[in-house]
Every structure is written in structure tokens, then in C-alpha cells.
């Protein structure tokens, strides 16, 4: 088992995946991985992974930060709470965001015409759902 391991480049972290969805944001790369333990119960492991640039042109080095978060079956609904909460609190105090996908950006100081960014841009209302079945 353990050569084959060492053989196919896969430790056994990767072999328990069963479900994975990455979201690219940025600089950020956030991996949401369901995951089975021993015991095949499921559980849900969140990744951040930030690209870090060390020094400038031919000496440049480029690595990865990476943070990790565990969350079990049984902390999924305080999980949730406790998320809607803080962005609630975030939208309370600084109002709601729009969303604008990566390759909107525009250069310099130019902004669309007010019928185009109103288009373009829609403000999230209400609660933030996120539905997890297993």
C-alpha cells in the first residue's frame, strides 16, 4: 500500500475527496473539499490558498500560503449561523456589496455608463444561503 502510494504521487488526503469545488477570487483560490475519515463519514475541509511573490524580476520566488479549515456534519448548522451573522453585521455597517466578476475590472479611472453598470452590477439582497446535503 505504501509504495503504491509513493508510486502514484497521491498521499492519502487526496484519495479521500469525494466531492470538490474551487472558487477563484483575486489573489485567493478558496477550496471547499467534502472529505471521508475512517469511518466514511463525510466532512467538509475549506482551503485558502494565496499566491506569494518573494523579491523582484529574475530573482523572484513564488509560493503558496495555504490555510485550512475542518468542519464536521454536527458544527454545519452553528457554522452557518454564525456566517450569516457576520456578513449580516459587515452589510449592516458598511451596506450591501455588488458583485463584479475578475475579468470586469476596468482600466484606469473609466466607469460604464450608469445603464451599463447597472447591468453589469446587481446588489445582493436578502440572506445568504448555502445548502450543504450529504
Not at 485558502?48 to 495555504?66: P, T
Not at 456566517?83 to 473609466?110: H, K, M, V, W
Amino acid at each position: 500500500m505504501e509504495e503504491f502510494k509513493k508510486k502514484s504521487g497521491l498521499d492519502a488526503n487526496d484519495k479521500e475527496i469525494v466531492f470538490s469545488q474551487s472558487i477563484k477570487a483575486g489573489k485567493r483560490i478558496y477550496y471547499l473539499d467534502v472529505k471521508k475519515n475512517r469511518k466514511d463519514e463525510m466532512f467538509l475541509a475549506i482551503t485558502e490558498s494565496k499566491k506569494v511573490v518573494m523579491g523582484e524580476g529574475d530573482d523572484s520566488q513564488v509560493s503558496f500560503e495555504k490555510h485550512k479549515i475542518f468542519l464536521y456534519k454536527e458544527d454545519f448548522e452553528k457554522f452557518m449561523n454564525g456566517l450569516q451573522q457576520a456578513i449580516g453585521f459587515i452589510q449592516e455597517q458598511q451596506g450591501c456589496y455588488t458583485r463584479r466578476s475578475d475579468n470586469e475590472e476596468l482600466p484606469g479611472n473609466e466607469q460604464p455608463a450608469a445603464a451599463e453598470q447597472e447591468e453589469k452590477e446587481s446588489p445582493l439582497e436578502g440572506e445568504i444561503k448555502i445548502d450543504i446535503d450529504f
